[in-house]
Structures are given as C-alpha cells and as structure tokens.
C-alpha cells in the first residue's frame, strides 16, 4: 500500500491547520492589544468622573431660569441695589408702578414665585431679601 499519498494530504491539511492557527494567534494578538487600549480607556473615563463629581460640589449652581416676564430681571435688580428687605410696595415703587392693590399683589406673587425658585427668601410674612 502507498502512504505517500496520504502523508501528502496530511502534510497539506497540516499545513492548512498551521496557517490557520497562526492566522487566530496573530487576531488574537491584535484583539488583546485593542482589549487592553479599551481597558486604559475605561479607566481613564473612570477617574475622569471621579475628579469631576468631586468637583462638582465646588461648582456654582446654575441659577433657575426666570419666568417669562420682563419684571423679573427688574425685580432682581432692585433686590441686588437693595440693602436690607424690601417689601411689594418697595419694589412697587423701585419698578415706578402705580402703588394700587393690585399691582401691589401682582408683585408680591412675583416675589413668592422668586421665594420657590431660590432667589429671594422671605424673612417674616411680606418681607423679602435677596438669597
């Protein structure tokens, strides 16, 4: 019997197989190379947060958006010029509106409102100062 031919057809799949595994070593190699630069990136970003989250603590609040009024920057302006609490009617009389009840009122909500978003603080029941 002749083995030859079959030593060949083995020699040739032998072949095959190395190729083919020194194809998936070199991918491999190529993978882990890739896997550690993934790896350096996600620590990366990981302290990137960490130094931002602790940061974020020193970092001025941004302030709330104001309603859609013009009084309200006006409002705030008196409140910055102002050196001790202001009442509706004072900020009546800084804005030059009539000192009626309602605009009295209407200003006073106003002031409420600028209480619940942050920027004024309301010291005893009508009376307000800046935050």
Same mark, same amino acid.
């Given at each position: 019997?002749? +083995? @030859?031919?079959?030593?060949?057809?083995?020699?040739?799949?032998?072949? /095959?197989? !190395?190729?083919?595994? =020194? =194809? *998936?070593?070199? @991918?491999?190699?190529?993978? @882990?190379?890739?896997?550690?630069?993934?790896?350096?990136? *996600? %620590?990366? $970003?990981?302290?990137?947060?960490?130094?931002? /989250?602790?940061?974020?603590?020193?970092?001025?609040?941004?302030?709330?958006? $104001?309603?859609?009024?013009?009084?309200?920057?006006?409002? +705030?302006?008196?409140?910055?010029?102002?050196?001790? &609490? *202001?009442?509706?009617?004072?900020?009546? %009389?800084?804005?030059?509106?009539? &000192? +009626? @009840?309602?605009?009295?009122?209407? /200003?006073?909500?106003? +002031?409420?409102?600028?209480?619940?978003?942050?920027? &004024?603080? %309301?010291?005893?029941?009508?009376?307000?100062? !800046?935050?």
């Amino acid at each position: 019997m002749n +083995l @030859q031919p079959l030593l060949d057809a083995l020699g040739i799949q032998g072949d /095959t197989a !190395r190729a083919m595994a =020194d =194809d *998936l070593r070199t @991918q491999i190699a190529e993978l @882990q190379a890739r896997l550690r630069e993934a790896e350096t990136h *996600l %620590e990366h $970003l990981a302290i990137t947060r960490k130094t931002v /989250t602790s940061l974020a603590d020193r970092l001025p609040a941004a302030p709330p958006d $104001l309603p859609e009024h013009p009084d309200y920057p006006r409002i +705030l302006a008196v409140f910055n010029e102002a050196a001790g &609490l *202001l009442r509706a009617r004072d900020v009546c %009389e800084a804005l030059d509106h009539e &000192l +009626l @009840q309602k605009n009295i009122e209407g /200003t006073r909500a106003k +002031l409420k409102r600028l209480v619940k978003l942050e920027l &004024l603080t %309301e010291v005893d029941t009508g009376s307000f100062t !800046r935050k």
